[in-house]
């Protein structure tokens, strides 16, 4: 898993709560990439950031926020307001342009 | 229409024979394509990073060829194990600015004793 760890493995909430997905790097990576996917979908981009203290909105933001306030750390959080939260979440990193490293992932079950 | 599409979309082969799986795509301008092994439940591991110039790469028992005139891609895998059982993405990245990437829906091997 590259020096990218995710947690929790498993998390479970029921509907209209909040949740935070944590996301932490020790590789020096200046970017930071969420994803979701889906059965039978390719990785689908949430939000990324390039440089602490930016983030800028992926294909499919609506319904999550994100912080980059450490270089090591992007957590993100799924609100109430995401219709279809449940999913297996990926959060990456890698030097500008350069390849990209992955976490083993979180999986969240929204009930 | 997915600019990236994968074929098959799953594939059972039996231990030591090998296999290619398929890419092909529409996205451009192109920067690189890689492969990508992810075992279930995991995140996904690099395998091979071609750019618009390189026609092969191997890593291991694992062939990446890349044709950028047709825009075509394959992973062959020689003598196949057991461990070899995952899901296969392709992920192409656009040039220029932030790196646009663009992954596969994958094909998910299954190799059997």
């Known amino acids: 898993d590259g020096g990218i760890t995710q947690s929790p493995k498993y998390l479970f909430r029921k509907e209209g709560q909040n949740v935070t997905l944590s996301c932490e790097q020790n590789l020096n990576h200046d970017a930071m990439y969420w994803y979701r996917q889906d059965p039978g979908q390719g990785l689908r981009l949430i939000y990324y950031s390039q440089i602490v203290n930016d983030f800028q909105k992926g294909d499919i933001a609506e319904g999550y926020s994100v912080s980059r306030e450490k270089k090591e750390s992007f957590p993100l959080t799924v609100t109430s307001a995401q219709k279809n939260p449940t999913a297996f979440y990926l959060c990456a990193s890698s030097f500008a342009r350069s390849e990209q490293y992955f976490g083993p992932g979180t999986r969240l079950t929204v009930t | 229409k997915n600019q990236v599409e994968q074929s098959p979309q799953s594939l059972i082969i039996l231990e030591g024979k090998n296999c290619t799986l398929q890419?092909?795509?529409?996205?451009?301008?192109?920067?690189?394509l890689r492969w990508y092994k992810q075992d279930t439940g995991r995140g996904p591991v690099s395998l091979t990073i071609?750019?618009?110039?390189?026609n092969t790469k191997s890593n291991g028992r694992y062939t990446a060829t890349l044709d950028a005139d047709t825009k075509q891609s394959s992973l062959h895998i020689t003598a196949s194990q057991l461990s070899d059982s995952a899901s296969y993405i392709c992920?192409?990245?656009?040039?220029?600015?932030?790196?646009?990437?663009?992954f596969g829906t994958g094909t998910k091997l299954q190799v059997i004793p």
């Open positions: 890419c092909n795509y529409t996205v451009s301008p192109f920067s690189n």
């Open positions: 071609m750019t618009f110039s390189e």
């Open positions: 992920v192409v990245i656009f040039s220029g600015g932030y790196q646009k990437v663009t």
